[in-house]
T-cell receptor, first 110, second 114 residues
Framework: EDQVTQSPEALRLQEGESSSLNCSYT??????LFWYRQDPGKGPEFLFT???AGEEKEKERLKATLTKKESFLHITAPKPEDSATYLC???????????FGKGTTLSVSS | EADIYQTPRYLVIGTGKKITLECSQT?????MYWYQQDPGMELHLIHY???????EKGDLSSESTVSRIRTEHFPLTLESARPSHTSQYLC?????????????FGPGTRLTVT
């Protein structure tokens, strides 16, 4: 069964304290891995797509990397406005939709 | 920024009422989706569409129905709302056919059935 597992479930950081979020997946024949940011009460906001092992994408303080079995979202010198839930997703075997993990809720305090 | 809209944003309604959640996108995307999300839980696909007159059920069983008469419009209907339907409903769309593309989400509708 295709699965996406994210860890940790919650992460509290001080402003400027860098860290990484993990997303592991079991789907075979990966056709893309997607990272989203979701603020409370809102829909997910698209961040990155990664297609092959070794690929990296960056946006401001965020950098996403991909291996054959997992992806990392690195947050460098986070600010309070980076506080949100970060979701990762992969296409299902049929390619009809995305399978989402439960997310990592990040809280950054000043 | 994605142009996908959902109305209403919040809805409180009594058991047994019929409701329609609206979703529209202005990006010309062929693919559209409905997800259900409970607090602290992952998104679950309940319906999707690859174009006009195309609708399919998703992985999560749902008593709702959808229609796709126009490319830009993908409404979801509950014929008789129940408290178990209380949830966040998210609509999304993605690029034209061919390959797997990122999905863009609307702001969601928070439904409460009393």
């Amino acid at each position: 069964e295709d699965q996406v597992t994210q860890s940790p479930e919650a992460l509290r950081l001080q402003e400027g304290e860098s860290s990484s979020l993990n997303c592991s997946y079991t789907v075979s024949g990966l056709r893309g891995l997607f990272w989203y940011r979701q603020d409370p009460g809102k829909g997910p906001e698209f961040l990155f797509t990664l297609y092959s092992a070794g690929e990296e994408k960056e946006k401001e303080r965020l950098k996403a990397t991909l291996t054959k079995k997992e992806s990392f979202l690195h947050i460098t010198a986070p600010k309070p406005e980076d506080s949100a839930t970060y979701l990762c997703a992969v296409p299902n075997q049929a390619g009809t939709a995305l399978i989402f993990g439960k997310g990592t809720t990040l809280s950054v305090s000043s | 920024e994605a142009d996908i809209y959902q109305t209403p944003r919040y809805l409180v309604i009594g058991t047994g009422k019929k409701i329609t959640l609206e979703c529209s996108q202005t990006m010309g995307h062929d693919k559209m989706y409905w997800y259900q999300q409970d607090p602290g839980m992952e998104l679950h696909l309940i319906h999707y569409s690859y174009g006009v007159n195309s609708t399919e059920k998703g992985d999560l069983s749902s008593e709702s129905t959808v229609s796709r008469i126009r490319t830009e419009h993908f409404p979801l209907t509950l014929e008789s709302a129940r408290p178990s339907h209380t949830s966040q409903y998210l609509c999304a769309s993605s690029a034209p056919m061919g390959g797997v593309h990122e999905q863009y989400f609307g702001p969601g509708t928070r439904l409460t059935v009393t």
